[in-house]
Structures are given as structure tokens and as C-alpha cells.
């Protein structure tokens, strides 16, 4: 059976994350009901990233294998026309090796979250982005996430209901920075790894946010990290600002 690589652009919203569930919609369940209008039965695709509810994504990867040798354009035209109307978009398509597994190939997951600060609602961009009222020192945010990056014990930045095996990640990159728009100020976090735990590019962006606030410090991140407790961690924030980017493969499979 051919397998396929797919690239996929979605806006989480509408749905209860990228994972199949019975009774609620899913990306993943999306894409699966599209397949199966254009090859009918049961088919199941693995991805990079499993995003929660409200999350969004530019760079999702997964696979799928079907029984015709579709060109791939042909694949991806059909499939976007059975995912209308829901915000899901094939934006790429490539046929791959039998090895190819979304999950296990990748090297790298990239996420971007966006913070817009102003005191006015958010009109163009609700549901995009995290909107907090007050200025955020972006020189004090990046040097409390210096003090995240390398290898080291996550429970803090960790869900209670995480599932890895083990909570020591290495965290390869957090950048954060002020970026002009339209409708104000925003802040950037460009967040990069080989996997994440449950909740943790949540868990730290809604504790930089207090260090950019003032409640907290650099120090104060680098004592909740050694600390190895979920209660030093500071809120969780919303989904509605996290962004799956784009995922790094040995080789990249859209050429």
C-alpha cells in the first residue's frame, strides 16, 4: 500500500484536539472521514503531534496508506474538498517510504506562541491569540527562558495527566520576542524540541507571562524548575495562542 505524507494547516477552534474521540470532533477524525469518501473504509493516520483542544496548527505532519496510487496533488485536491466546510486544509502532499512514520521519523517539533497586549478587545485576531491587558518586559521573559533550555527534569511544566514515561526533555530553543502588528504589540515565543510533555509549552509561556508582569523573576523560574513540583509552576494559558509550526525530518518529505 502507498503511503503518503500530508501537511496540515488547521484552526482548533472547532474542535476537541487533534485526536479521534467518539462523541466530539477531532482533526484527526476530519481527515479520517475525508479518506474514507475518496477510498471507502476504515482508515487510521498517525501524526507528529497530538495538539489539545483550541490548538492550531501551520505544520502538522501525518501519514496515511491507501490502497491506490494516488498523484499526490490528486490526493490532496479530493481530500480537501470532503474536509469542507471544517477549518482543515491539505497544504501539501508527498508520496513516502513504507519507514515513514509521522511521529517516530521527526527531529524536531516547533511551536509558536503569539501574546497580544492591549487593553482593547481583540477583534481580528480573537481566538488566535492570548490577549493579556498590560506590557510585558520581553528582556526579562527571554532571560527566564534561558534558564529552561537544555536537558532537564520537566514536572514542573508537566500535566498531571501526562502520559510520557519520563519527564526529562531536552528543550533545544525559546526565543521571545516583540513583534509590531496591526492591531498592537505582540509577543513571540518560537519553542523547539524533539517532543514536549503534556501541557509544557502552556505551562511555560503562562509563567513567563507573570515574570514579563513582574511577579516573578528569572530566578524565581530557574528555583520552579529544580523544584520538580506541578505547584510551582505558574497558570497554564490558554490553547488559543499555540501554534504547531512545523516538524523537522532527517529528510524532509515535501522536497
Known amino acids: ?12 477552534a472547532p474542535f476537541a484536539g487533534w485526536q479521534r474521540q467518539r462523541d466530539q470532533p477531532s482533526v484527526q477524525g476530519a481527515i479520517e472521514d475525508a479518506l474514507a469518501r475518496i477510498e471507502p473504509g476504515v482508515h487510521t493516520i498517525a501524526a507528529a503531534g497530538r495538539t489539545d483542544a483550541g490548538v492550531h496548527a501551520t505544520g502538522q505532519v ?5 490502497a491506490r496510487d494516488w498523484a499526490p496533488f490528486r490526493l490532496s485536491e479530493a481530500l480537501n ?3 469542507k466546510p471544517a477549518p482543515v486544509a491539505i497544504v501539501d502532499c508527498a508520496r513516502v517510504d513504507p519507514e515513514f512514520h509521522a511521529r517516530f521519523s521527526a527531529l524536531e517539533r516547533r511551536y509558536l506562541f503569539r501574546i497580544l497586549t492591549r487593553r482593547a478587545p481583540a477583534t481580528h485576531a480573537r481566538g488566535l491569540v492570548w490577549q493579556v491587558k498590560h506590557p510585558l518586559d520581553v528582556d526579562a521573559m527571554q532571560a527566564a527562558a534561558d534558564r529552561l533550555v537544555g536537558k532537564h527534569d520537566f514536572t514542573t511544566f508537566r500535566s498531571t495527566v501526562c502520559q510520557a ?5 531536552t528543550l533545544d530553543r525559546l526565543d521571545v520576542r516583540a513583534v509590531e502588528t496591526p492591531q498592537g504589540t505582540e509577543v ?4 523547539r524540541a524533539r517532543s ?10 503562562g509563567t513567563l507571562e507573570r515574570v514579563g508582569g513582574g511577579s516573578l523573576s528569572p530566578d524565581d523560574v530557574s528555583q520552579a524548575l529544580a523544584a520538580r513540583d506541578r505547584a510551582a509552576c505558574g497558570p497554564v494559558c490558554p490553547p488559543h495562542g499555540l501554534y504547531l509550526m512545523g ?3 532527517p529528510v524532509g518529505p515535501f522536497g
Open 188 to 191: 513571540h515565543f518560537d519553542v
Open 81 to 83: 474538498y470532503h474536509l
Open 1 to 12: 500500500m502507498p503511503r503518503y505524507a500530508l501537511k496540515i494547516e488547521y484552526h482548533g
Open 247 to 249: 516538524v523537522g525530518y
Open 196 to 205: 514536549f510533555l503534556h501541557n509544557q509549552v502552556r505551562s511555560f509561556v
Open 165 to 169: 514515561q519520563s519527564p526529562v526533555k
Open 62 to 66: 501525518a501519514h496515511c496508506d491507501l
